[in-house]
């Protein structure tokens, strides 16, 4: 029995938010410990990314940047939370 088309499109949806969100977490979560030092505990990963993520992170000061992630952050979200 062959499968609809749109469950193909859908698993590749999935899979590729999933990437999306994977690469995303690193200067958003970079960005957030940069503008508010001191609040949680860094990640692990967060001393040896650091150097890589500079350009994607120093653009502006911490605050303004971790705004800009913000931003992005809830233009997806409300684009899919919308009805």
Known sequence: MDTPKW???????A????????IL???FASAYFSAYPGYDVPPFWMQSLRPA????ITFASPVAVYNVYGRVFDSSTKRSHAK
Request: a positive charge; glycine letters at 14%; charged letters at 5%.
């Open 53 to 56: 993520l500079r350009p994607l």
């Open 15 to 22: 899979i590729l938010g999933g990437l999306t969100a994977i």
């Open 25 to 27: 977490t690193a200067p």
């Open 7 to 13: 469950i193909s499109w859908a698993g590749l949806a």
